[in-house]
Each structure stands twice: as structure tokens, then as C-alpha cells.
């Protein structure tokens, strides 16, 4: 079990395969760290389904409007919606796209990420600058490596639940 130095800024994501511990980096993103932790405690990333996953570069996520396998789920409209919450302003910083590393989706605007996300499955360094960092998984990468490709893919796999370890 991976050693949790900041329970209060740690998420852990269950999977199908087992929990993936992600430590969330307030430091270098501090308004994205804490809208992960505000929609995790609202129990809004339970059961939402990983819409885009290419391989060898990484896995969508965190569409809490349409991506709620749950709720009123239609694949074909998940990864095109976000929170109630309102839009948040790019945190760029000079930490890079490892594998790993979690990265704030959003579409052409740099403002406009809110809750999707996607964990890298490889160095991606050209994405830089260009997308916020932060987090990066400490632990369980493996069940990352292992979520169903596609863009949808054909039966997505989810998040079964998402929690701060604070609270778990």
C-alpha cells in the first residue's frame, strides 16, 4: 500500500481491477486539486465511464454530466459535458506529462477545464504548458494500464467510486 503523506489531498479511485491512489499537487494547481476533492466528496465521479482511451497516450474521464453509467447514460454524449461548477482558469506549470501525471481536460479555451481529466499512460511531453498537471498516480497504475481502449470504447469501463482519502 502506497505510503499517503497528505490524506486531505490524496483521491483514491476504485476500479474494476482494484484502487488507483492519486496524490493531487495543491502546490502547483490549487483550484483544479480542489475541484477534484469538492466533486469527489459530492459523490459526482461515482460511476462515471473512461469516454476516450488511446493507447499509448492516455485515459478520459470525469464527465459528470453525461458519463454516469447510473444516470441517464448515453455513451455517445459522454465527454461532452463537465460539473454546475463553473469553468477553471489553466494553472500551467513547469511540471511535465509523465506517465502517470493527471492532466485537467478542457477544450479549445485553456480556460475552460472543470471536471474531466485524463491519467497519462506514457511521457506525453507535448502536451506541456498547453494542459494542467495536477496530480500523479502513486499507486495502481497498473489497473490504469488496464482500462478498456477506445474512443468510445464498446463497453467503457468506470470509476466506481472516487473518494478523498481524508474521508475514506
Not at 49 to 75: K, P, S, W, Y
Amino acid at each position: 500500500m502506497a505510503e499517503i503523506k497528505d490524506p486531505e489531498n490524496t483521491i483514491l479511485i476504485e476500479l474494476k481491477g482494484g484502487t488507483v491512489t492519486i496524490e493531487l499537487l495543491p502546490d502547483v494547481a490549487p483550484k483544479h486539486a480542489e475541484r477534484m476533492k469538492e466533486l469527489a466528496r459530492a459523490g459526482e465521479y461515482d460511476n462515471v465511464c473512461f469516454h476516450r482511451v488511446i493507447d499509448g497516450f492516455m485515459a478520459q474521464t470525469g464527465d459528470v454530466e453525461h458519463g454516469d453509467m447510473e444516470d441517464g447514460f448515453n455513451l455517445r454524449r459522454a465527454g461532452t459535458g463537465g460539473s454546475q461548477l463553473p469553468d477553471l482558469p489553466a494553472e500551467f506549470s513547469r511540471l511535465p506529462h509523465d506517465r502517470g501525471t493527471l492532466g485537467a481536460a478542457r477544450s479549445m479555451n485553456p480556460n475552460s477545464a472543470n471536471s474531466q481529466f485524463f491519467i497519462n499512460f506514457k511521457d506525453n511531453h507535448f502536451l506541456n504548458g498547453q494542459y494542467t498537471v495536477y496530480g500523479r498516480v502513486i499507486e495502481g497504475m497498473e489497473h490504469v494500464d488496464a482500462i478498456t481502449r477506445g474512443e468510445p470504447p464498446a463497453e467503457p469501463d468506470r470509476m466506481i467510486s472516487v473518494k478523498v482519502a481524508a474521508d475514506a
